[in-house]
């Protein structure tokens, strides 16, 4: 972050408008920024930089044209004081408007939990192709993948069943980079959020990039940050996308990936989708299991809203049943087993 009498100079030496690399970001920001909270994020961003600016005419380190340092209010309160009081009583308003939002967002994650969808977030560098798997795990037709940087500043989830018909929730989340003031990155990590809830987070790296293995310890860091339980951590699956970008012989270099895809070809996908299934089913507490029932009867209809249905077929021995293949919770079976086999017996 340049002080202001640095950003002069350079601006007198180079007659050209000049900007550091915190500046360049917040732009990057405000140009992506689409929903309200987003916004509000980059909003709350640019507080630091303009009390900085701010500290600069204090010091008298800007031109007199920006402003001088006069007395214009009671008991000697100059313009700089003033202008530090108003930018004080935006920072608190956007976090008071914030924090409502945050509300908003655990109401939201709540009525998941009870809804019992399981969520995979997707994090990674700025740029990865986050975007890019998701709208092809899921087939959303709605995304739109853009080739630049923080194209992404809004959390979303997008739906999709996993081959054993249980619908999972994938989110898009704010891409990571490297060497930014915390209190930037800050206002953002309340993005993250989603992540730090979620059952299982794929790390998706970019392996066609040359400095792949310095995005990807930037990526681990900022999950270190984030004080991740150590449950989730087992469920960190490390994806390397863009492989249809690299040569044969690149590919074995790349080692510490759990799996290769190309979120554009598709290769590697059917795998990946297979992999998160294993780990939903771990990570959530899940059972496979075949359960008798009659047919077209209330314990069909109960399973059908309450689990995962993965298969249908007649029961041999009966005609009046049916075997059912589902994937379901184990508070959900012992909620099946109440209702249906303990009242039986009485």
Same mark, same amino acid.
């Given at each position: 972050?340049?002080?202001?009498?640095?950003?002069?100079?350079?601006?007198?030496?180079?007659?050209?408008?000049?900007?550091?690399?915190?500046?360049?970001?917040?732009?990057?920001?405000?140009?992506?920024?689409?929903?309200?909270?987003?916004?509000?994020?980059?909003?709350?961003?640019?507080?630091?930089?303009?009390?900085?600016?701010?500290?600069?005419?204090?010091?008298?380190?800007?031109? &007199?044209? *920006?402003?001088?340092?006069?007395?214009?209010?009671? @008991?000697?309160? %100059? @313009?700089?004081?003033?202008?530090?009081?108003?930018?004080?009583?935006?920072?608190?308003?956007?976090?008071?408007?914030?924090?409502?939002?945050?509300?908003?967002?655990?109401?939201?994650?709540?009525? &998941?939990?009870?809804?019992?969808?399981?969520?995979?977030?997707?994090?990674?560098?700025?740029?990865? $192709?986050?975007?890019?798997?998701?709208?092809?795990?899921?087939? *959303?037709?709605?995304?739109?993948?853009?080739?630049?940087?923080?194209?992404?500043?809004?959390?979303?989830?997008?739906?999709?069943?996993?081959?054993?018909?249980?619908?999972?929730?994938?989110?898009?989340?704010? $891409?990571?980079?490297?060497?930014?003031?915390?209190?930037?990155?800050?206002?953002?990590?309340?993005?993250?959020?989603?992540?730090?809830?979620?059952?299982?987070?794929?790390?998706?790296?970019?392996?066609?990039?040359?400095?792949?293995?310095?995005?990807?310890? %930037?990526?681990?860091?900022?999950? &270190?940050?984030?004080?991740?339980?150590?449950?989730?951590?087992?469920?960190?699956?490390?994806?390397?996308?863009?492989?249809?970008?690299? @040569?044969?012989?690149?590919?074995?270099?790349?080692?510490?990936?759990?799996?290769?895809?190309?979120?554009?070809?598709?290769?590697?996908?059917?795998?990946?989708?297979?992999?998160?299934?294993?780990?939903?089913?771990?990570? %959530?507490?899940?059972?496979?299991?075949?359960?008798?029932?009659?047919?077209? $009867?209330?314990?069909?209809?109960?399973?059908?809203?309450?689990?995962?249905? %993965?298969?249908?077929?007649?029961?041999?021995?009966?005609?009046?049943?049916?075997?059912?293949?589902?994937?379901?919770?184990?508070?959900?079976?012992?909620?099946?087993?109440?209702?249906?086999?303990?009242?039986?017996?009485?």
């Amino acid at each position: 972050m340049l002080r202001g009498v640095q950003h002069r100079e350079l601006e007198r030496e180079f007659r050209v408008p000049v900007y550091d690399r915190y500046m360049i970001v917040v732009q990057i920001f405000r140009e992506h920024a689409i929903s309200k909270e987003a916004k509000l994020q980059v909003a709350l961003a640019e507080i630091p930089y303009l009390r900085m600016k701010i500290r600069g005419v204090s010091e008298g380190m800007v031109d &007199q044209d *920006e402003g001088a340092i006069e007395a214009v209010g009671g @008991s000697g309160e %100059t @313009s700089i004081d003033i202008r530090r009081k108003i930018l004080n009583a935006r920072e608190i308003k956007l976090k008071k408007i914030l924090e409502k939002l945050k509300a908003q967002r655990s109401l939201i994650r709540s009525n &998941q939990k009870k809804l019992e969808y399981p969520v995979v977030a997707v994090i990674g560098y700025t740029n990865a $192709g986050k975007t890019s798997l998701i709208k092809t795990l899921t087939g *959303e037709k709605s995304l739109v993948p853009k080739n630049y940087l923080f194209a992404t500043l809004d959390v979303t989830a997008h739906a999709s069943l996993l081959p054993c018909n249980l619908k999972v929730l994938y989110v898009d989340t704010v $891409g990571f980079i490297s060497d930014i003031p915390t209190h930037l990155i800050a206002p953002f990590m309340a993005t993250l959020e989603d992540a730090m809830n979620a059952n299982v987070i794929i790390h998706i790296c970019d392996v066609s990039h040359p400095d792949i293995l310095a995005q990807v310890d %930037t990526v681990n860091k900022s999950l &270190q940050s984030l004080n991740l339980s150590p449950d989730l951590l087992k469920n960190v699956l490390v994806v390397g996308n863009k492989v249809d970008l690299i @040569s044969d012989e690149m590919r074995e270099n790349v080692k510490d990936c759990n799996i290769l895809v190309s979120a554009v070809t598709k290769e590697g996908i059917k795998e990946l989708v297979k992999k998160i299934e294993e780990c939903i089913l771990e990570a %959530t507490g899940r059972v496979s299991i075949t359960i008798r029932v009659p047919a077209d $009867g209330e314990q069909m209809r109960w399973l059908y809203k309450g689990a995962a249905v %993965t298969q249908v077929i007649a029961d041999p021995q009966s005609s009046q049943h049916f075997l059912l293949s589902v994937v379901i919770t184990k508070s959900q079976l012992s909620k099946f087993k109440h209702t249906f086999i303990q009242n039986k017996k009485h």
